[in-house]
Nanobody
Framework: QVRLVESGGGSVQAGDSLTLSCVAS????????LEWYRQVPGKERELVAG???????WYEDFVKGRFTGSRDNDKNTVTLQMNNMKPNDTAVYYC???????????????????WGQGVQVTVSS
């Protein structure tokens, strides 16, 4: 299993910056991908960004050029540096861990705790 703990949420003004952190613990095989999602009330949870173990990064279009993800494999942490924040960035942000696809038995072994508790981020205009 894996445990994810997010921190760094809060309230900021539009144009400001905020950094989120996620500390993962447990089975490292469950942490091949560490991703950030966000969700607003009444809407589906959506992918924001992610970093895998080899350092590859990916970002959704609505945050490209503003958000930067980074990962420290030794510390099993991933951060999300959010710059030039906009009111539409207001959401609950979740850290998510996934094993590599096809890993033997990992789908079950890694299911518990693959989502963090979420942190509220509020951006005022």
């Amino acid at each position: 299993q894996v445990r994810l703990v997010e921190s760094g949420g809060g309230s900021v003004q539009a144009g400001d910056s905020l950094t989120l952190s996620c500390v993962a613990s447990g089975n490292t095989r469950c942490m091949d991908k560490l991703e950030w999602y966000r969700q607003v009330p009444g809407k589906e949870r959506e992918l924001v960004a992610g970093v895998n173990r080899d350092g590859a990064e990916w970002y959704e279009d609505f945050v490209k050029g503003r958000f930067t993800g980074s990962r420290d494999n030794d510390k099993n942490t991933v951060t999300l540096q959010m710059n030039n924040m906009k009111p539409n960035d207001t959401a609950v942000y979740y850290c998510s861990a996934q094993p590599r696809p096809g890993g033997k038995g990992l789908g079950t072994a890694c299911a518990n705790g693959r989502w963090g508790q979420g942190v509220q981020v509020t951006v005022s205009s």
